[in-house]
C-alpha cells in the first residue's frame, strides 16, 4: 500500500509537473500571443492615430482653404449683389424689351406670312404686267398706225373743209350779189313801171290788163328770187353740216378743236331760217 501509494503520488506528482509545464506552457504562448497581439494592435491604433492626426491636420488645411474661400466668395457675393442691384433696371427694361420683341417676334411671324402671300401675288402682277407690257406695245404700235392714219385723214379732211368752204363762201357771195341785183332791178322796175302808169293815163281796162302783165312778171321774178334763196340755204346747210361732221369726227378721234389751228365759220342766209334736218331741207324765206 505504501508503494502503491508513493508510486501514485509519484504519478500524480509527475503528472502534476507535467500539467504544470504544459500550464506554463500554454501561459507562456498565450502570454507571447497577447503581446503579439498587443503589439499589433498597438500599431494599429498608432497607425490609426497617426492617419487621424494627418487627416485632421488635411482636414484643418482643407478648413482653412474653405475659409478663405467662403470668405472670398463672401466678397465675390457682396459684389455680385452690388452687381445685381445696379443690373436690375436694365434686367428690368431688358425683360420689357424682350416682351415687346416677343410681340415683334409674332408681328413678324404674321409680316413674314403676308410677305410670302405678298410674293406670290407679285410673281402673278409681274407674270400680268408682262402681258400687259407685251399688250401696250402691241397697242402702241397700232396707236401709231392709227395715229398716222388720222393725221393723214386730218389732214386730207382740213384741206377738203378749206377747199370746200372757199367753194361754199364764193358760190354764196355769188347767189347774194346776185340776188341783191336782181331784187334792186325790181324794185326799179316797179319804180319806172309806175312812173309810166302815171304818165300814160289809160284807160281802166288797159291799166289792169297791164297790171295783170306785170304781175305775171313780178311773180316769175319773185319764183326766181325764192329759188336762188333756197338754193342758198341749202348750200349753206350742207357747209354747216359738213362742219358739224368735221367736228364730231375730231373729237371722236381725240382731237380738241382748239389744235385746228383755224376756227371754221357757219354761213347764215340773210332773211332764211336753217333747220337742224338734211342739207335738202330748208325753211321757207321769210
Known amino acids: 500500500m505504501k508503494m502503491l501509494r508513493d508510486e501514485l503520488d509519484l504519478r500524480r506528482k509527475t503528472e502534476l509537473h507535467e500539467v504544470e ?29 497617426l492617419n487621424n492626426l494627418a487627416l485632421i491636420n ?14 472670398h466668395l463672401e466678397k465675390e457675393m457682396a459684389e455680385v449683389s452690388v452687381q445685381n442691384k445696379r443690373l436690375a433696371d436694365p434686367l428690368q427694361k431688358a425683360r420689357e424689351e424682350m416682351g415687346e420683341m416677343q410681340k415683334q417676334l409674332v408681328s413678324y411671324e404674321k409680316d413674314k406670312q403676308i410677305l410670302l402671300c405678298t410674293k406670290a401675288r407679285l410673281k402673278v402682277t409681274e407674270k400680268e404686267l408682262k402681258d400687259l ?16 392714219e388720222r393725221d393723214e385723214l386730218y389732214r386730207k379732211f382740213t384741206a377738203a373743209i378749206q377747199e370746200v368752204q372757199q367753194k361754199t363762201g364764193f ?5 347774194e350779189r346776185k340776188l341783191q341785183a336782181l331784187s334792186a332791178a325790181v324794185e326799179k322796175k316797179e319804180v319806172q313801171f309806175n312812173e309810166v302808169l302815171a304818165a300814160s293815163n289809160l284807160d281802166p281796162a288797159s291799166l289792169t290788163l297791164v297790171s295783170r302783165k306785170l304781175e305775171d312778171v313780178v311773180e316769175s321774178k319773185n319764183s326766181t328770187i325764192k329759188d336762188l ?10 357747209h354747216n353740216d359738213l362742219l ?20 371754221p365759220l357757219e354761213t347764215a342766209v340773210i332773211r332764211q331760217t336753217i333747220g337742224q334736218g338734211p342739207a335738202g331741207l330748208v325753211g321757207t324765206p321769210t
Not at 133 to 146: A, D
Request: hydrophobic letters at 35%.
Open 171 to 175: 358760190k354764196n357771195l355769188v347767189l
Open 21 to 49: 509545464e504544459r500550464k506554463n506552457g500554454q501561459i507562456n504562448t498565450l502570454m507571447q500571443r497577447h503581446e503579439e497581439a498587443f503589439t499589433d494592435i498597438k500599431n494599429y491604433y498608432n497607425d490609426i492615430t
Open 58 to 71: 488635411s482636414l484643418k488645411e482643407q478648413m482653412e482653404d474653405m475659409r478663405k474661400k467662403e470668405d
Open 244 to 263: 358739224r361732221t368735221y367736228e364730231a369726227k375730231l373729237l371722236a378721234f381725240g382731237i380738241p378743236l382748239d389744235n385746228v389751228g383755224f376756227k
Open 229 to 238: 334763196q333756197y338754193e342758198l340755204a341749202r348750200v349753206c346747210k350742207a
Open 133 to 148: 407690257q407685251w399688250e401696250h406695245e402691241v397697242l402702241e404700235q397700232r396707236f401709231t398706225k392709227v395715229q398716222q
